[in-house]
């Protein structure tokens, strides 16, 4: 199993990280195109009830997909897997089939309830985008269903092509209608680049891994308990979204352009954040799921060790490293076009602040699906409630004296405390800290190396910045990343770190070469 996680890790980060490239240049093509302005705030605002509402009530629900399919299909064979599969995608599509038509029956009532503060022209461009962006529904969820089948199955780079693909005929469509047709284009155009996915994955699915069926079958025992372990699920991942539908509520009453401000930032967090976390969830959650349902008990410990440290290994050094370079890198993908300069400032310090939290939201996100491996949806719904209540009542107050900062900074605060209490809960229920090492699941020594190398590697990237004075920020951002990576993986080398030995092991192997003792 190692060496076919490791094909399959090798294969999909370079697809991953091409796929959030060109997610980059998704956002540089919508900023380029329409900048800040009341009509992008309406297009931010109109999809933070919609949004809400779908991703809680159906794509939270695809969260259980995995685990419930593995233990259907080791329980009860591949006809009744294939069956559970064509219930929920039944279900769920025509589920969001009718949330499109009651969301544009609603959109005058919900335009005044997400944007309280706008114009009667905001309200009016968000009634539009609310019709405009809920086309999608169906689509992105039947695409996600057909997603999770293929990771469930450990075929885990076609569903990141087809995202890649999704990215790519977004931009070019983008570029074509966009000129002519303005930003009412831009939800047909992600409308119908999810069209096109959706078509291919159930074209390379069908007779795979499973056999589509027309007919729902509401009493499969498989299909009612992912419904029943959804519910506490909803609200677990209604967390992110309510916080998402606040931040918008509370800064409508902002200048004209917060709201896009904060809206583009937190896009090229997401899209950085996704690189580590979403290729990480990908290929260890189905394997955790199915080691722990097999009783596995060395295999799990092992993964659950593993994904810890390439968790860190990843996230800590990206994270002083867009902490260090927030500016070029917010200037590099946003100075032009219909963007102003004091946007772009106002997106560098949003990003900071957000990609601060990185390491809390991938800390948050597994333990979170480690909860629903364990059969747990509870203590998750709990927590992301009290993180909703928290980040609300920070975002009121500190917006009061930082503005639209502040929204930012609630978001990372609240995100800390429930992956910090989520840490609790798990250790707790793993037998405490003694159960924990004994089982070898944390390795303190590996932490400190990863730590202290990407200390040293952020001090030697700022003093080499203060020295060089470059005139391109692209420039600054390739040196910078150069001696960043160059210092981080010496000072692993230097400390005999496990994975920095492996990679130049790895390296002499493919050239040829023994590796020097």
């Known amino acids: 199993m190692s060496n076919k996680v490791t094909r399959a890790s090798f294969l999909l980060f370079p697809i991953t990280i091409l796929s959030k490239v060109a997610a980059f240049f998704v956002t540089i093509v919508f900023s380029y195109y329409f900048g800040t302005n009341t009509v992008t705030d309406a297009y931010y605002a109109a999809g933070t009830i919609p949004n809400l509402v779908n991703n809680s009530l159906t794509i939270c629900a695809l969260t259980l997909f995995i685990p419930v399919y593995i233990k259907c299909k080791s329980e009860a064979g591949d006809l009744q897997a294939n069956e559970f599969t064509s219930n929920v995608l039944n279900a769920f599509v025509t589920f969001n089939f009718a949330l499109f038509i009651a969301f544009s029956l609603a959109a005058p009532v919900l335009a005044k309830l997400v944007a309280p503060g706008f114009s009667e022209e905001g309200l009016m461009h968000t009634q539009r985008m609310i019709h405009l962006l809920s086309m999608s529904y169906p689509f992105t969820v039947a695409a996600q269903a057909l997603n999770n089948l293929c990771n469930a199955n450990q075929k885990y780079v076609l569903p990141a092509v087809l995202t890649l693909l999704n990215h790519i005929l977004t931009i070019v469509f983008c570029i074509v209608f966009a000129p002519a047709f303005g930003i009412y284009s831009y939800p047909l155009i992600c409308t119908g680049a999810w069209i096109v996915q959706v078509v291919i994955l159930y074209l390379c699915t069908r007779g795979r891994d499973f056999e589509h069926k027309i007919k729902t079958n509401f009493k499969d025992r498989y299909f009612k308990y992912m419904i029943k372990q959804s519910v506490p699920v909803m609200v677990t991942t209604a967390a992110d979204q309510i916080n998402l539908a606040a931040d918008n509520i509370i800064g409508s009453d902002l200048p004209s352009g917060s709201l896009s401000c904060l809206g583009y930032a937190h896009r090229v967090f997401n899209s950085i954040n996704g690189i580590v976390t979403s290729t990480l969830l990908t290929i260890y959650y189905p394997i955790i799921s199915k080691q722990y349902a097999q009783k596995d008990t060395d295999g799990l410990n092992r993964s659950?060790?593993?994904?810890?440290?390439?968790?860190?290994?990843?996230?800590?050094?990206?994270?002083?490293?867009?902490?260090?370079?927030?500016?070029?890198?917010?200037?590099?993908?946003?100075?032009?076009?219909?963007?102003?300069?004091?946007?772009?400032?106002?997106?560098?310090?949003?990003?900071?602040?957000?990609?601060?939290?990185?390491?809390?939201?991938?800390?948050?996100?597994?333990?979170?699906?480690?909860?629903?491996?364990?059969?747990?949806?509870?203590?998750?719904?709990?927590?992301?409630?009290?993180?909703?209540?928290?980040?609300?009542?920070?975002?009121?107050?500190?917006?009061?004296?930082?503005?639209?900062?502040?929204?930012?900074?609630?978001?990372?605060?609240?995100?800390?405390?429930?992956?910090?209490?989520?840490?609790?809960?798990?250790?707790?229920?793993?037998?405490?800290?003694?159960?924990?090492?004994?089982?070898?699941?944390?390795?303190?020594?590996?932490?400190?190396?990863?730590?202290?190398?990407?200390?040293?590697?952020?001090?030697?990237?700022?003093?080499?910045?203060?020295?060089?004075?470059?005139?391109?920020?692209?420039?600054?951002?390739?040196?910078?990343?150069?001696?960043?990576?160059?210092?981080?993986?010496?000072?692993?080398?230097?400390?005999?770190?496990?994975?920095?030995?492996?990679?130049?092991?790895?390296?002499?192997?493919?050239?040829?070469?023994?590796?020097?003792?």
């Not at 509870?378 to 917006?399: E, H, Q, R």
Request: charged residues 15%; hydrophobic residues 55%; proline residues 1%.
């Open 304 to 517: 659950l060790k593993r994904y810890f440290e390439i968790m860190l290994l990843l996230t800590l050094p990206t994270t002083l490293f867009m902490i260090g370079n927030a500016k070029d890198v917010i200037g590099v993908l946003f100075s032009r076009g219909a963007m102003k300069t004091d946007d772009v400032s106002k997106i560098s310090t949003l990003f900071m602040f957000y990609v601060a939290g990185m390491l809390f939201m991938s800390i948050k996100e597994f333990t979170t699906r480690l909860f629903y491996i364990l059969g747990d949806t509870k203590w998750p719904a709990v927590l992301n409630t009290l993180c909703i209540a928290i980040n609300i009542g920070l975002s009121i107050l500190l917006k009061q004296f930082i503005g639209i900062y502040g929204i930012a900074i609630a978001t990372v605060i609240s995100t800390a405390i429930c992956a910090f209490v989520e840490c609790l809960f798990l250790v707790k229920r793993a037998g405490g800290i003694k159960a924990i090492k004994r089982h070898k699941i944390i390795n303190e020594k590996g932490i400190m190396q990863i730590v202290v190398s990407c200390c040293i590697a952020m001090g030697a990237m700022l003093c080499v910045q203060n020295i060089l004075t470059l005139n391109s920020r692209f420039s600054t951002i390739l040196i910078s990343g150069m001696v960043y990576i160059a210092v981080a993986f010496f000072i692993l080398l230097v400390l005999k770190n496990e994975y920095a030995e492996l990679a130049v092991e790895y390296l002499f192997k493919r050239i040829g070469r023994e590796k020097p003792q």
